[in-house]
Structure formats: structure tokens, C-alpha cells
């Protein structure tokens, strides 16, 4: 079973950026499909950025355009570069494979306020 340890989230203005990152242990990686997913209150946990094996991507359409995932194999860390960020995008962030079958791990807390 894997271990997933997320950080990176803090407060942000409108308008500004964040990256997340996500290290992954206790498993072999590389094999796997991985996802940014994220909840905001009230709100069920939502798939928003994906990133294959092979390194193809796919955005929810919320994100497209401004955020990027990515992942290091070699650290076993996938990555998510949040740009243009808005109020609407407060929530906390996880990584797991896709679809999620791994525990979760923490999250990490995204705020967007001025």
C-alpha cells in the first residue's frame, strides 16, 4: 500500500500561483495513472488534473489552461502548477492513482482570498 504525503498549499491572492507536490512511497510508481483531486466544504472530492504513465495529461474543464500536472518518476512525486488562481479553486488538494485506489494521505489546504 502506498504512502501519499502531499504539501505546497498555503494562502494565495487572486490571481497568483502555487505548486503542489505529492510523494509517493511504498510503491513502485512509475507504473501508475495519477490524479490531483480536491474538496472544497460542502463538496464532494473531485478529479481535477490526471497524468498517465506515460505522461499524457487531462484538466477538468475548471482548471483547463491554468493548471499543469506533472510527475518526476525518478522521485516518485507528481506535481500540480496552479496558475491564475481564483476564489472558486479554495479546497483541499490530494493526490492518488487514477481512480483513486490508494489511501488518502492529508491534503493540503489551498486558500484564494484577498
Known amino acids: 500500500q502506498a504512502q501519499l504525503v502531499e504539501s505546497g498549499g498555503g494562502l494565495v491572492q487572486p490571481g497568483g500561483s502555487l505548486r503542489l507536490s505529492c510523494a509517493a512511497s511504498?510503491?513502485?510508481?512509475?507504473?501508475?495513472?495519477m490524479g490531483w483531486y480536491r474538496q472544497a466544504p460542502g463538496q464532494q472530492r473531485e478529479l481535477i488534473a490526471a497524468i498517465t504513465s506515460g505522461s499524457s495529461t487531462e484538466y477538468a474543464d475548471s482548471v483547463k489552461g491554468r493548471f499543469t500536472i506533472s510527475r518526476d518518476n525518478a522521485k516518485n512525486t507528481v506535481y500540480l502548477q496552479m496558475n491564475s488562481l481564483k476564489p472558486e479553486d479554495t479546497a483541499v488538494y490530494y493526490c492518488?492513482?487514477?481512480?483513486?485506489?490508494?489511501?488518502w494521505g492529508q491534503g493540503t489546504q489551498v486558500t484564494v482570498s484577498s
Open positions: 492518488n492513482r487514477n481512480p483513486a485506489v490508494w489511501t
Open positions: 511504498g510503491t513502485i510508481f512509475r507504473f501508475y495513472a
